[in-house]
């Protein structure tokens, strides 16, 4: 079992895959053109593999692959089922922008991938076309509906910004509850990578949003889970992500591994450790020390106050999975 060094159990890995995105959302990366790591700096599969196999024997199981955009990185499904076979009732997960689910979805779902998350801000082309710096809205819902068919299941992320979805918070909920599937609504987390007009929603004003329409109340949260969770009358429950609040970090079960190889232990804090050389030399007792040393730096709470204004993340959220 793996504790941190504030006495909570780490059951869950992060691990990003690469850094490459075919978006430019606004929230997130903006800048064109970009400079990508090389793809020789990158671990390979068996790498991170080992390092798995190392964190799945002392405990860990949750696993999520994400990005930047993970399905640019190629032969994912052969990643996927590396880690399937090894632990087959591993919860296995990956968080896509959905652009190019419509070609993986299958490949994905045989290879013993359980769920996605999926990001879905608009329903507008406009919009969508506006956040994402290219035309991108037709090809994401068709591979939602492609993710749906093969049997995934499927969580739907919104980012609430103001001026630019506030006017469709009930139109997304609609849209999810329509299909199925939970969306969470995210408050936006201010990074020095984003664009600087960009204003978010705080939670309050999500609910006070949602109850223009619907009654809801709040329901029991999983202790580790990110997501406040709300239930409409008609039982149709969604969540509200809201890092800001310090409650958020209480029961954080989580630590990210890049696909550099550096072990984060926080997604707003810069520390981290590498474990490149250990896996790439195959030595898995160094690698099993710095993964204890990053456990024993983890961070009790995140930086921000709920009231804060003017604080912003250094952390490029797209090398660490966000």
């Given amino acids: 079992m793996l504790i941190d060094g ?4 780490v059951n869950y890995l992060r691990v990003s895959v690469t850094q490459r995105c075919n978006f430019r959302c606004r929230y997130c990366m903006p800048s064109t053109p ?22 799945i024997d002392e405990g860990v199981n949750k696993i999520r ?27 296995l997960a990956i968080t896509t922008n959905g652009y190019m689910l419509k070609s993986y979805a299958k490949a994905l779902k045989d290879a013993g991938l359980k769920r996605i998350n999926m990001s879905l801000d608009t329903l507008k082309n406009d919009k969508a076309r506006f956040m994402a710096q290219k035309s991108v809205l037709n090809e994401v819902l ?34 999810a509850k329509f299909r199925g599937c939970q ?21 309050y004003e999500i609910l006070n949003i949602i109850a223009q329409k619907y009654n809801f109340t709040k329901a029991e949260k999983l202790p580790s889970a990110p997501a406040s969770l709300y239930k409409l ?18 029961s954080c079960n989580r630590i990210r ?19 490149k050389k250990a896996v790439q030399s195959g030595d898995i007792l160094g690698a099993s020390e710095i993964l204890r040393q990053v ?26 999975g966000g």
């Fill in 257 to 275: 591994l890049s696909a550099e190889g550096f072990l984060i232990p926080c997604l707003y804090f810069e520390d981290a450790m590498s474990i």
């Fill in 295 to 320: 456990l024993k730096n983890k961070p009790e709470k995140n930086k921000w106050e709920a009231d804060a204004t003017n604080v912003t993340s250094t952390r490029a959220f797209y090398q660490t």
């Fill in 142 to 175: 068709t591979g939602f509906e492609e993710a749906l068919e093969v049997g995934l299941k499927v969580k739907l992320n919104t980012v609430a910004l103001k001026g630019f979805n506030d006017d469709e918070i009930l139109n997304l909920l609609e849209f």
């Fill in 6 to 9: 504030h006495g909570r159990v």
């Fill in 65 to 91: 692959i994400t990005g930047g955009e993970p399905l640019l990185r190629k032969d994912l499904p052969k990643f996927i089922s590396m880690i399937h076979e090894y632990k087959p009732d591993i919860d």
């Fill in 233 to 250: 009358d008609d039982g149709y429950t969604f969540g509200i992500i809201d890092p800001h609040k310090h409650d958020f970090c209480e």
């Fill in 183 to 203: 969306i969470r609504f995210i408050e936006y987390m201010e990074n020095q990578h984003a664009k600087d007009e960009l204003k978010g929603l705080k939670s």
């Fill in 34 to 55: 970009f400079n990508w790591t090389p793809k020789e700096n990158l671990l390979s599969f068996e790498e991170l593999f080992l390092f798995i196999k190392v964190c």
